[in-house]
C-alpha cells in the first residue's frame, strides 16, 4: 500500500498580495525559499510565538514531502529598543539577553517538533549588508539621512501600501506611528536610528547607530534566499506596518518583485484578546511544557486553518490531551497484535513516484485508507489545511479499529490480516509526520522509566492471575482496585489481561 496522488496533485496557496488563492509554482522548478519572521529575543517565548513555526515547519514538511527542496529561514532580531529597554531594567546586557532567550526559543521550537528550520540568522550579523540596501535606498531617492537617523520616503513609492490594500492615510489612521519632525511624511519609517549615549551602536555613513526592524529581514532575506523568495510568512499582527515596509523598500531596492507568496497565520487568542506580552495574558511555553504533552500543544495549533485565529485555554488542551489518548490507546493495540512499535514504522519521506489510485483497489480496507490518505494530502495541498488532515487522521484511525475488530486481530493472529494492519498503520503514520504528529513514540513507548514500568505491571498481572487461581479474590480485588487509583486500568481479555493509562 503506498500513497501518490499522481503528478495532477496541485497545490495551492492563499496570497496576501492579491487576496486569493493562486496555483503554488516556485520561482525555480523544485525549489522552494521561505523566510518566516522571527522573535525579538527580549522574553522567554509564549505560545504564541509557536504558531507561526509550527505551521511553517508543516508548510515545509509537506514540500519536502511532495519532492520540493525547501529552504526555510528565520530571523532572530537581536537588537531592538525592547531589548535595549530590557537590558536596562536587568542591569544586564543586550547580548546577554538576546542570547539566553534564543536559548529558550530553540529549546521550544525542538519541544514542538520544529526541526525543519534551516537558518537563524541574527540582525547583529548583518550589519553590513543592511547599511549596503540603506545606501542604494539614498541613491535612489527612496530614503534621506536625517539627524543621524535614516527614513524611508513612502511618498517616492507608487506602490505603497499594496500589500494591506490600503492608501497610507488610511494606515496612519490604525496604528502608532512615531511621530517625529526628523521625517518628511508622518508614515516614513526608520531605516537606521542614531544611537543614544550608552546604546549599543555600529558606525555607519550618518554616525553611529543601529538599523530598523524593517530592514534587518529585507537584508537578510536577500542573502540567504536571494529574490524573490517564493513564501514569505509571518504572524496577522506583522501585515502592517512590518511587511508593507519591508515589502516597499525591498522592492524600491531590486526594481522588482520581493516575494511571490505572501503567508499570514492567525493568532493566538485568550478569551477575545490577542496573546502578547502587552496585554499581559501569554502564557510561557517553558512553563507549559511541564503541565502538558508538547503533542497537545501542536495539535491545538493544527487544528484550526492557519488563517483562522486560534483559541487557547487549558481546558481545550486537557481536550486535545483525551483526544490523543484514543490515538495512543491503537498505537498499544497495534504494539499487542504484532509485537512491533508503530514509532518504528519505516515510511516513505518523498511522495512516491509511482501513480497510486485507491479506485483500482479491490473494495475494502486498504482500499478504504488509500482513499482517506489521498483525502489527507488533498486537504494539505488546498493552502495547508491542516484542519481538515487532522480530520482525515481521526477517520483512518476508526478505520484501523474497525479493521482490527472485524478481523479479530488481538484474538486470532491471522498473518494476512496482521500484514494489512501495518501496512495501513504504516499510511496512517505517513500521513500524521507530515503534520509532525506522532513522530516520537519515547516518552510513552520505551526508556528505561517505562521499560521498568512494563515489568512492574507484568508482574501485578501475574499476582493478580494467581491469587483468582488460587480464589484469593479479595486479593485480586485490592490489585484492581490500587491500580484505578493510580489511574489504571486492566482490561480481561481472551488472549490475557492488559493494561493501560486512562
Ligand atoms: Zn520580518
Known sequence: MTLDVGSDLAISVYNTLTRRKEPFVPGHPG????????????????????????IFDTVKRFLTWVGFEVKFVVNITDIDDKLIIEAAKQNSTVPEIAERVTGDYL?????????SIDLFPKATDHIPEILAMIESLIAKGHAYPSAGDVYFDVSSDADYGKLCNRDPEQMEAGTRIEVSDRKKNPGDFALWKGAKPGEPSWPSPWGAGRPGWHIECSAMSFKWLGAPIDIHGGGLDLQFPHHENELAQSECHL?????????????????DKKMSKSEGNEVVVSALLKRFQSESIRYLLLSSHYRSPIEFSEARLEEVGRTLESFQRFF?????????????LKTKDRRDPKRFN?????????????????????????DFNTGGAIGSLHEMLTRLNRFVAESRLEEIADPANISQLIQGATLFRECALLLGLFEDGSKKETGEETGLVDGLMTLLIELRAESRRSKNFAMADQIRTGLT???????DRPAGTIWRQS
Request: some cysteine; proline content about 4%.
Open 358 to 382: 485507491a479506485s483500482v483497489l479491490p473494495e475494502g480496507f486498504s482500499r478504504e485508507m488509500v482513499a482517506l490518505a489521498q483525502r489527507h494530502v488533498e486537504s494539505l495541498a488546498d
Open 31 to 54: 525549489r522552494v525559499g521561505m523566510y518566516v519572521c522571527g522573535p525579538t529575543v527580549y522574553k522567554p517565548s509564549h505560545v504564541g510565538h509557536m504558531v507561526g513555526p509550527v
Open 107 to 115: 529549546a521550544c521550537l525542538k519541544a514542538l517538533g520544529v526541526h
Open 485 to 491: 487509583s493510580l489511574k489504571i486500568v486492566l482490561e
Open 332 to 344: 498499544e493495540r497495534f504494539k499487542r497484535i504484532t509485537k512491533s512499535s508503530f514509532h518504528e
Open 255 to 271: 526594481g522588482h518583485a520581493f516575494t511571490k507568496y505572501w503567508m499570514h497565520n492567525g493568532l493566538m487568542k485568550t478569551g
